[in-house]
C-alpha cells in the first residue's frame, strides 16, 4: 500500500522527538513526513489520510506543553474520514498514578472529531497503577505506551512491532 502518511509529535524532553525521528526513519521519507507541533500548524494534519501522533504525558497527568498551546485548534479541526494511530511516552515507575494519561486525553479528542483510531496496545509488560490510556476493558492501551526512562531497550522493538500491525504502516 502506498500512502502518505504524517507524523506529528509534541516534545518538551527530546523523548518524543527520538522516538518520532525512529518512525520516520522506519517507514522512510517516500512515505511518511515528520512534523513538530511546536514549528507546524496542526491545520496541516487535514493534507495526510493516515495519521501518527507522538504525545508525552508531564506534570501529574497533564498535556505536554506544546499539546496543550494547540488543544483548541486541534478540537476545532474537523479530521472526519482519516485514520490514525498514537504514540506516547511516559515514566511508569516515576509517576504509575498517571501512566500515559495524555494519550488517553489524545485519544478522546481524535475519537470526537471522527477520527478512526487504531493501534491499540496489550497492557502487559507495564508496570503502572492507574492510566486514563486504557480502553474501556482495561486490557489495551489506546496507542503504543513508550517508556523509555524505564524500558528503553524495549523500545524500538515495540515500535517495529506496532508499525508492522497498522495497515496503513505495512509494507504489504
Ligand atoms: C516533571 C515531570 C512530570 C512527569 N509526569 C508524568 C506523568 O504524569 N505521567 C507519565 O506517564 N509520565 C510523566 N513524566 C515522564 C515523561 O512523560 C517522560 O520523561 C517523557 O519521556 C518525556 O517526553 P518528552 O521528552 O518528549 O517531553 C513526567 C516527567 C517529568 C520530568
Redesign the pocket.
Known amino acids: 500500500m502506498s500512502t502518505a502518511i504524517g507524523i506529528f ?11 518520532a525521528e525512529q518512525i520516520f526513519a522506519q517507514l522512510g521519507p517516500e512515505r511518511a513526513t515528520l512534523h513538530n507541533i511546536a514549528d507546524t500548524p496542526i491545520s496541516k494534519c487535514k493534507e495526510y489520510d493516515y495519521l501518527l501522533f ?1 504525545i ?7 498535556l ?1 506543553e506544546d499539546w496543550e498551546n494547540i488543544w483548541d485548534d486541534v478540537a476545532g479541526l474537523d479530521l472526519s474520514g482519516k485514520t490514525a494511530a498514537i504514540f ?5 515507575i ?9 494519550m488517553g486525553y489524545l485519544y478522546h479528542l481524535l475519537s470526537s472529531l471522527g477520527v478512526t483510531l487504531v493501534g491499540h496496545w496489550p497492557n502487559q509488560g507495564y508496570e ?1 497503577a492507574e ?1 486514563k490510556a486504557l480502553t474501556e476493558d482495561g486490557e489495551y492501551f489506546v496507542g503504543l ?5 524505564n524500558q528503553a531497550d524495549l523500545t524500538e522493538d515495540r515500535i517495529t512491532k506496532w508499525l508492522s500491525s497498522l495497515a496503513f504502516c505495512s509494507d504489504s
Open positions: 509529535y509534541g516534545s518538551s524532553t527530546c523523548y518524543t522527538e527520538m522516538v507522538g508525552p504525558t508531564w506534570d501529574y497527568g497533564e505536554q506516547g511516552l511516559g515514566d511508569q516515576g509517576y504509575p498514578d498517571w501512566y500515559q494519561d495524555a503502572y492510566s505506551p513508550l517508556d523509555d526512562e
